[in-house]
């Protein structure tokens, strides 16, 4: 069993070829994808066999997002796009809570690194999503 099999296997999902394949995309990715981008570059690189249509990508990531294993960017594009979620120390995934930066020249999306810290959310509220986005142009694109 492969390291990314594991994972999946460890959050409940049966590990099949194409959500382990599109897991283990969405893992090297170093910005937000959409469902379509994600579609065209494994058409691209012949990694998806025939009956791999638009709804098997769908499902598969409505099931990492049920795990909480990716989570869904709204980025102020009206499309929404998917990163992997952050491990927290019991290798679990959990809320996000961090902010995402949308640059409006390369229309990417990444999580920025830096955390919200917990303890400046009130005790007596609940999160169950947060959606934090800079917009501005990225630091390749000014440097253009």
């Known amino acids: 069993m492969t390291k990314t ?6 959050h409940g999902i049966r590990p099949t070829q194409m ?6 995309f969405l893992k090297r990715k170093q910005s937000a994808v959409t469902l379509r981008e994600m579609q ?3 058409v691209l690189k012949s990694e998806v066999d025939k009956t791999a249509d638009k709804t098997t990508f769908y499902r598969a990531i409505k099931l990492f997002e049920e795990k ?12 929404a796009k998917y990163a992997v ?7 679990t995934y959990g809320t996000d809570l ?9 229309r990417k999306t990444i999580c920025l690194p830096n955390k919200i810290p917990e303890e400046s959310l009130p005790d007596e509220y609940e999160v169950n999503n947060v959606n ?3 917009i501005g142009i990225c630091k390749k ?4």
Do not use: P
């Open 5 to 10: 099999e594991k994972i999946l296997s460890n």
């Open 19 to 24: 959500r382990s394949k599109i897991y283990k």
């Open 40 to 42: 065209k570059i494994f």
């Open 68 to 79: 909480r294993m990716v989570h869904q960017i709204d980025d102020g594009t009206a499309i």
């Open 85 to 91: 979620s952050d491990e927290n120390v019991a290798n």
């Open 98 to 106: 961090h902010m995402h930066f949308h640059c409006t020249d390369c």
């Open 132 to 134: 934090l986005v800079l």
């Open 141 to 144: 694109c000014r440097e253009k």
